[in-house]
DNA sequence: CTGAATCCCGAGAGATACTG
DNA sequence: CAGTATCTCTCGGGATTCAG
């Protein structure tokens, strides 16, 4: 547990915590793991997200080599963005995360009801 | 993976990734997880957190059953904090975190590095 | 010693408009 | 269709001060 005992920016740990805190990446890296989508059709999928948080989110992606982008020569250009293995590992470890959600959240939304009840 | 396809604040598993983007409480966590510690202990360990954020992140912690909090009456009184059973699971859960951060960062970095290169 | 309350500030998100 | 550019503004974190 030698990874938590002190912050630092270049803990690898603390690095993917933060790659997976942003909400549209996990989004986007959840539906690119059913197959290849388009920008406008994964825009119209993610309710909510703007232009401008998608396409940094995919630059993002792609910069880590969690997420591939192909570039299609037609008129007006399409680009396709897909999931890449090491995008695949991740959610799958993620994956680890969900299970613990389900598992555990309503233990948790307990304490929450008691914890704000004992203020009342 | 049903829960990525679609952003909603009530997914367990957004609510459980937004608590552990918490870089505090990932931290507090951990340091917990090797035992009891007071709140000054805890804030000369944790280096560079204000007293604000770590009682906050204490607070939301207890709420959500994943710390205990022990006040004993002495003057003045002395606070001390633990890990619950419930938080020890999380604990163990984001250490499959710290594995994929460990095994892959380094393909990480090669692409970012690559990426790079490929705009200058 | 363990917090709560207040003020202050900058990073980051949204909206909008424009381009190849 | 797939972005980029700019502008604004909120919200969360730090510093400081006060309290039990």
Redesign the interface.
């Known amino acids: 547990?030698q990874?938590?005992?002190?912050?630092s920016a270049n803990c690898?740990?603390?690095?993917?915590?933060?790659r997976?805190?942003d909400?549209w990446a996990?989004?986007v890296?959840?539906?690119l793991?059913?197959g290849p989508v388009r920008f406008n059709q994964l825009r119209r999928?993610?309710?909510?997200?703007s232009q401008k948080m998608l396409s940094q989110t995919l630059k993002s992606l792609?910069?880590?080599?969690?997420v591939h982008r192909k570039a299609i020569p037609t008129v007006p250009v399409t680009v396709e963005y897909s999931i890449t293995p090491?995008g695949r590992?991740?959610?799958e470890?993620?994956?680890?995360?969900?299970?613990?959600?389900?598992t555990?959240?309503p233990?948790?939304q307990?304490?929450?009801n008691r914890?704000?009840r004992a203020l009342a």
């Open positions: 547990m990874s938590f005992n002190a912050y690898p740990t603390r690095l993917v915590l933060d997976i805190a909400k996990v989004l890296l959840g539906l793991s059913n999928q993610i309710d909510g997200v792609e910069r880590d080599g969690l090491l590992t991740l959610v470890t993620v994956d680890g995360l969900r299970i613990w959600a389900e555990h959240m233990e948790v307990k304490s929450q914890y704000d």
